[in-house]
């Protein structure tokens, strides 16, 4: 659009007879003007060109940028729109994309994971534990068989200790499902496996002193 109003521009000046050598000082001084005028929306649009050839954002990607999580609704030469999860569109100004931290979760494919960090009291069975988080993972439909979940006990922590399940999720639609349904799940085997989910601790000792 941008090249044919140009075109039909220059088009338009030829035929009422102004040429370029008659006006070219004057868009040159315009230009210079423009250029620190319009520096941003410059930057837009040439960010907007790269957008378009190089893609690394499409339309019906999910991004991050900056604090802004969302689906990519519409690419404009400017700005994009980004639909987020609460149905607000936000139109961000395509230099964020380039110049800024992005995250592209459906760049090359779907696949996600998602971590859950567990944490058990000293005292309680392990391998238990182990097994229970991997039936957790394997009983859920939306958890991926390839890649495999993995249970990694991470540390022996303050209070606890600490495991962690990964599972591999398709699509970010499932992300915030899987994320509540594995976290119900594991609370509700913990308690009938007899397996408690440590808290932070604190002990405290009095210490009396003798009266006078």
Known sequence: RYTLAVIGIVL????IGIGWSKVQWLIAAMTVGLGFGLQEIFANFVSGLIILFEQPIRVDDTVTIGEVTGKVTK??????TIRRWDQRELVVPNKEFITGHLINWTLSDNILRREFLVGI???SDTAKAERILYEVAKAN?????????????????????EFELRVYISGIDNYVPVWHSINFTIDQEFRKAGIEIAFPQMDVHIRSTPKN
Not at 12 to 15: M, R, T, Y
Not at 75 to 80: G, L, P
């Open 121 to 123: 009291a000293y005292g």
């Open 141 to 161: 439909p939306l958890v991926l068989k390839d890649p495999e979940p993995i249970v990694i006990f991470r540390a022996f922590g303050d209070n606890s200790l």
């Open 75 to 80: 690419i404009r030469i400017r700005a994009t």
């Open 12 to 15: 338009a000046f030829g035929k």
